[in-house]
Each structure stands twice: as structure tokens, then as C-alpha cells.
């Protein structure tokens, strides 16, 4: 029977991803262990890379000492992942008598403000990447709702405020990972509502 392909091989890779590689290489050349020739080809499919299949060869026979490539492991956050920025980011989004979407592979920012009136706002982060480990959104509905949807193992604090309105939170953290990002949510519900829930 053929071994089941690992799903990890699968995952893209960032920036400092292959920056991480191209460090380890370079490192392994400077210790002689690598030639001129074999370190700019290793460097050439380093920052070509893609996936986590393409960059694990590439240190597979340097030693322990040369600090492998551990490729990223979603699973320890439930398939979310951080992206450090340094600098706080902040965005914005409005919608009156339409609609606001964030959905798919984003990065959400350390502070996200949502405005609906009568309007809706939907944001989906169970693919989403997260620039801090604790990200807030402020989340405003008047005669309007805002839709959060986080995956199972994500972290929720909700401290909105209702006024003839509502808030609701996942009541379930059963399945809630250590070092999994945490979603803050704030904000005013005035004849609205604001709703978190925990989807897979």
C-alpha cells in the first residue's frame, strides 16, 4: 500500500519562509558544507518556492546543527495562522443598505471597524491569516447585523454593548488550542444585532 501523502506538504509558504531556507543555506555554505555552484541553485528553488514540499528537500542532508527548516504547522491554531506586522494596522469597513465581505485567505489587521446601517457585514476568518495574536474588531450595527465566523479552535472575547439589540458568543471552547490567535470583538448593537459563531 503507497504511504498517504502528508497534507502539511501542501501548505504555501511566505516570504519569510523561504527567507528562513535561504538564511539555513547560506549558513551550511559559510561552514563549507555547501559549494558556491549548489548553494545558488538551492537559493534559486528556495525563493521560487511554493510550497512546504518544495522547501524541505532543500536542508533535508544538512546537519542538526545547521537548524533545519521546521515548516509551518497550522494545526497547533486550528488551521489559522499569525503573520506578525509590526506596526499596527488598521482598516475600515461601511455598509448602508448594502453589504461588507471579508471571506477566504486575508490578512485580518490588529484593529478591523465595521459600520453596519441597515446593512450587513459578513467576515469569515476560518482561512483568514492574523497580523497579532489578539486582533479586535469593532463591530457597529444599527438597524443592520455584522456576521463573524471563526473555525472551532479560535479564541473569542465579545465586550459589545446592545442597546435594544444583541450580541452573541460561542458558548462552546472545548476545542479552543493553545496558541491559537484570539478574536476580540467590541462594538455598539442598536437596533441590531452582532453575531460569533464557530464554524469548521
Given at each position: 500500500?503507497?504511504?498517504?501523502?502528508?497534507?502539511?506538504?501542501?501548505?504555501?509558504?511566505?516570504?519569510?519562509?523561504?527567507?528562513?531556507?535561504?538564511?539555513?543555506?547560506?549558513?551550511?555554505?559559510?561552514?563549507?558544507?555547501?559549494?558556491?555552484?549548489?548553494?545558488?541553485?538551492?537559493?534559486?528553488?528556495?525563493?521560487?518556492?511554493?510550497?512546504?514540499?518544495?522547501?524541505?528537500?532543500?536542508?533535508?542532508?544538512?546537519?542538526?546543527?545547521?537548524?533545519?527548516?521546521?515548516?509551518?504547522?497550522?494545526?497547533?491554531?486550528?488551521?489559522?495562522?499569525?503573520?506578525?506586522?509590526?506596526?499596527?494596522?488598521h482598516e475600515r469597513g461601511l455598509?448602508?443598505?448594502?453589504?461588507?465581505?471579508?471571506?477566504?485567505?486575508?490578512?485580518?489587521?490588529?484593529?478591523?471597524?465595521?459600520?453596519?446601517?441597515?446593512?450587513?457585514?459578513?467576515?469569515?476568518?476560518?482561512?483568514?491569516?492574523?497580523?497579532?495574536?489578539?486582533?479586535?474588531?469593532?463591530?457597529?450595527?444599527?438597524?443592520?447585523?455584522?456576521?463573524?465566523?471563526?473555525?472551532?479552535?479560535?479564541?473569542?472575547?465579545?465586550?459589545?454593548?446592545?442597546?435594544?439589540?444583541?450580541?452573541?458568543?460561542?458558548?462552546?471552547?472545548?476545542?479552543?488550542?493553545?496558541?491559537?490567535?484570539?478574536?476580540?470583538?467590541?462594538?455598539?448593537?442598536?437596533?441590531?444585532?452582532?453575531?460569533?459563531?464557530?464554524?469548521?
Amino acid at each position: 500500500m503507497e504511504p498517504t501523502e502528508d497534507p502539511s506538504q501542501r501548505i504555501r509558504v511566505s516570504d519569510a519562509d523561504r527567507e528562513q531556507v535561504a538564511e539555513i543555506l547560506r549558513t551550511a555554505a559559510g561552514d563549507g558544507r555547501l559549494d558556491s555552484d549548489e548553494l545558488d541553485e538551492r537559493l534559486g528553488d528556495a525563493y521560487t518556492a511554493r510550497t512546504v514540499a518544495d522547501l524541505v528537500p532543500l536542508t533535508a542532508d544538512l546537519p542538526d546543527a545547521a537548524v533545519p527548516y521546521v515548516p509551518p504547522t497550522p494545526a497547533r491554531t486550528g488551521g489559522s495562522r499569525i503573520t506578525p506586522v509590526a506596526e499596527p494596522t488598521h482598516e475600515r469597513g461601511l455598509a448602508i443598505m448594502s453589504e461588507y465581505d471579508r471571506r477566504g485567505d486575508w490578512l485580518v489587521p490588529h484593529e478591523l471597524t465595521v459600520m453596519a446601517i441597515m446593512g450587513g457585514a459578513n467576515l469569515d476568518l476560518r482561512r483568514a491569516r492574523f497580523s497579532a495574536s489578539e486582533v479586535v474588531i469593532v463591530a457597529n450595527a444599527v438597524m443592520g447585523g455584522v456576521e463573524i465566523v471563526v473555525n472551532p479552535q479560535t479564541r473569542v472575547i465579545v465586550e459589545g454593548t446592545a442597546i435594544m439589540g444583541g450580541f452573541t458568543a460561542p458558548q462552546d471552547d472545548s476545542e479552543v488550542v493553545p496558541g491559537a490567535p484570539t478574536v476580540r470583538v467590541r462594538g455598539i448593537a442598536f437596533w441590531g444585532g452582532v453575531d460569533v459563531t464557530r464554524k469548521a
